[in-house]
């Protein structure tokens, strides 16, 4: 571990560390963002809803172009200008009076985030040897969720249900990071990459996108993960709602936020031990048992409102969530092609059609059956999100035949 862990590039450890930072400042405001609507700007839930959901609209169909521009032109010039136009919206949610304003905001968070990520996960792609990238996506991933701890809890205090100051403390971080890593690309330049311009090709934006959307066992993955990440997305979006809303239940502010933390604390505490379970696993398999957990959790919430009930769910829906997300980013760096790698990473941000989905579909129950009702609102989401199951299981069983395929090939050639 330690040998791996001092072959890891110094620009790896500053996204990752940026990450930690940056998911902080992140979940200090944008998790609250619903209850803000509704608490202080008197939003009704289908409003809440679209608000919410513009974010992953926009980043459905803008992560494909982040990650293929960033084929294109480099992955230093699209993670500076993202991450400080990230910083300016931000600032510009602080800024905010009316709902349509904060739409316009949401929208282009979804933009600079749809462009940063698949581009900042190509690039540790590019800067880390095969056999370290596990390890260096997991340590990603932890340091989200390490920001995730922390930043719920300050913006507890700063009263993120009521004010925009944690907007502008967001913002302010962003600056910071980029400013970083403006340093680091100066000391270090950007290291040279698997492009499809390094061997004098230009591959067109239709012809990246015809290549990515033919390989049949991507797409596969693509299509489960929606169903993954429309479940997932209900926990930030329609569980918020629900806890605010429901008669039953006190502060749903402070239970929101101790539920939030306690997800990012399982995390850290069940991510190294599942990966070293399911490390030897097909990372496809991985995705459909934490497919099952979500959707066992999202039963559990619409069945329970007690404390420890509630806590038990998040428990559950942790450990799909970590099954999920701690190898995708391993399963599409082993589909996608070297000279495409950042389109690949662009393209499965269109599994982000989940967490459109989500606050739309889980503001619409609310608002038919109202928060008194939760099990005609989590029990229809929760079979939505067991849907991605088949499709997960098609990739599954197509990569074992290529798998099966290389072997055979293999052998044929030694053989002659």
């Not at 929101?256 to 398999?285: C, G, H, W």
Request: glycine share 8%; aromatic share 12%.
């Amino acid at each position: 571990m330690n040998k791996h862990m001092k072959e890891i590039h110094p620009l790896a450890w500053t996204i990752i560390v940026g990450t930690i930072f940056g998911r902080m400042a992140t979940s200090m405001s944008i998790p609250f963002l619903s209850i803000y609507l509704i608490k202080t700007m008197g939003a009704s839930p289908a409003e809440t809803g679209i608000v919410v959901a513009v974010s992953s609209l926009i980043g459905v169909f803008a992560s494909f172009y982040g990650g293929y521009i960033s084929d294109r032109i480099g992955r230093r010039k699209v993670l500076l200008f993202s991450i400080f136009s990230w910083a300016i919206v931000f600032i510009g949610f602080a800024a905010a009076n009316q709902i349509w304003i904060f739409f316009v905001m949401n929208a282009l968070n979804g933009l600079c985030r749809a462009v940063f990520e698949p581009t900042s996960r190509a690039m540790l792609s590019d800067i880390t040897k095969p056999e370290n990238k596990l390890l260096v996506f997991n340590l990603r991933y932890a340091a989200i969720n390490l920001g995730v701890v922390i930043g719920p809890l300050i913006g507890l205090q700063m009263g993120s249900a009521q004010t925009g100051v944690p907007f502008i403390a967001a913002g302010a971080v962003y600056i910071l990071y980029g400013l970083v890593l403006v340093v680091q690309f100066a000391i270090r330049p950007e290291p040279s990459k698997a492009s499809s311009e390094a061997d004098g090709t230009s591959v067109s934006l239709k012809e990246a996108f015809t290549v990515t959307s033919r390989d049949r066992t991507f797409m596969y993955v693509l299509l489960g993960s929606i169903f993954c990440v429309l479940g997932y997305g209900h926990f930030s979006s329609t569980l918020a709602q629900f806890l605010e809303l429901s008669p039953r239940i006190e502060d749903g502010t402070k239970w929101f936020t101790y539920m939030l933390s306690m997800n990012a604390v399982v995390v850290l505490i069940v991510q190294y031990p599942l990966v070293r379970m399911f490390r030897n696993f097909p990372p496809a398999v991985s995705l459909i048992v934490g497919n099952v957990f979500v959707t066992a959790s999202l039963i559990l919430f619409g069945i329970f409102d007690s404390w420890w009930a509630m806590m038990a769910g998040v428990v559950i829906f942790t450990i799909g969530e970590v099954l999920i997300f701690t190898l995708m980013d391993l399963l599409v760096d082993r589909i996608a092609k070297p000279e495409l790698k950042g389109t690949y990473f662009g393209m499965i941000g269109f599994n982000n059609m989940g967490n459109v989905l989500a606050p739309l579909i889980g503001g619409s129950l609310l608002t038919g059956f109202s928060a008194e009702q939760p099990l005609y609102i989590f029990i229809p989401i929760a079979l939505m999100t067991a849907c991605g199951i088949p499709f997960l299981l098609l990739a599954h069983l197509r990569l074992k035949e290529q798998a099966q395929s290389s072997v055979s090939n293999h052998t044929i050639k030694e053989a002659t």
